[in-house]
């Protein structure tokens, strides 16, 4: 066991499968199979609910997304501008991504393909055009379905004292380094007015570094600074200076993981989530809650916040003021940040 040191988030910066076949974990018994789940079935899916227990989860963040839009006209778009090699990748039309959810391919592949399609169909609209308020209003929908199936890892490394030490060291010599000078300061949205609608999540050193002291593992830090590099790659043409320099950022810090393996310090995500929990030790659910967590029945972040929502209905055997319990279900959420890099609506970079 290991005991977890509270952090007021008032206090501090706010911040809120590979490609292939599915696996197992993506569909329930009761999913369809290939052979009975037609392409025709598919294009009239929107018959079935978004918690249809038949619709994986790709099926549904596409159908989410995309529900009420006529894509043909976007998938057009696409089509024309796609071979301009502004990205590193190739955007998919929205007929291909529904292809690959006919061919079952893995969530994760779908969900960053519907990502950099919107990123795409962003880029090259003009803003306040139908076509750039129509991509804004689905990546939104899209920011929200995410964080639906943000999985919880099954290990965590906790950020020791030697760990951060290391990474401190680590932090400046990249401010020392010419190569990542553009990404110290946040970008000037003023003159980047379209900025916030691509990036959702922005990040840059001097903020990795004001938040050195509220880092609870590793990969919360790793995760931020992968930010950057998806950050930039979002905004500028792949054969830039500053896109290089990105790349650049990431070899560095895949050098010094390789680097710092041996002082790792790995616990199970279980046992963090129910060290925070004890602060609802008093609640009626909150031994359900514990076991669900021990038992892995929790796949997602979205599950456990869900149920520690419900807390405030089942504070029974104390008497416990409403502002204090909001507050402790605030900071329990911030401290799940602070170790997993997860905040309710934002998809953020997590790990290596």
């Known amino acids: ?61 596409y159908q989410e997304t995309t529900r009420g839009v006529n894509v043909k006209q976007l998938n057009g778009l696409i089509s024309k501008n796609r071979e301009t090699k502004f990205f590193s990748w190739i955007p998919k039309t929205f007929a291909e991504i529904e292809e690959m959810i006919l061919d079952e391919i893995g969530y994760s592949s779908i969900s960053k393909e519907i990502e950099r399609t919107l990123v795409f169909l962003l880029t090259y609209s003009p803003q306040n055009t139908r076509t750039y308020t129509l991509g804004k209003k689905m990546f939104d929908a899209y920011e929200n379905l995410r964080f639906f199936y943000t999985p919880i890892p099954v290990e965590i490394s906790e950020m020791t004292p030697v760990l951060k030490e290391a990474c401190v060291d680590f932090l400046n010599r990249l401010f020392l380094d010419d190569s990542f000078s553009s990404f110290i300061k946040p970008v000037n949205t003023e003159t980047h007015r379209t900025y916030l609608d691509v990036v959702r999540f922005p990040m840059c050193l001097e903020i990795v570094q004001k938040k050195m002291n509220v880092y609870r593992s590793l990969e919360a830090f790793f995760g931020d600074l992968r930010q950057i590099h998806k950050n930039c790659c979002y905004f500028n043409q792949n054969s830039s200076e500053i896109c290089n320099n990105a790349r650049k950022l990431m070899r560095y810090l895949a050098e010094f993981h390789r680097h710092i393996m041996a002082i790792k310090i ?12 004890s602060r609802f030790s008093n609640s009626s659910i909150h031994q359900e809650i514990l076991y669900k967590v021990e038992n892995r029945i929790y796949k ?4 456990l916040f869900s ?5 405030k209905e089942s504070y029974m055997r104390v008497v416990i003021s409403p502002q204090q319990l909001k507050n402790d279900i605030e900071d329990f959420k911030a401290q799940i940040y602070y170790w997993f890099n997860v905040i309710e609506g934002k998809t953020i970079c997590f790990g290596l």
């Open 1 to 61: 066991s290991f005991r977890i040191k509270a952090v007021d988030p008032r206090t501090l910066i706010s911040p809120p499968k590979k490609r292939g076949r599915k696996s197992k974990s993506d569909y329930s018994k009761s999913d369809y199979s290939k052979s009975d789940y037609s392409k025709s079935d598919y294009r009239s899916s929107s018959s079935y609910s978004f918690e249809s227990k038949r619709m994986t989860r790709g099926q549904r963040i």
């Open 266 to 277: 790995v616990h199970r995500s279980q046992e963090v989530i129910k060290a925070l929990l």
């Open 300 to 303: 997602t972040f979205y599950e």
């Open 307 to 311: 149920d520690v929502d419900k807390i």
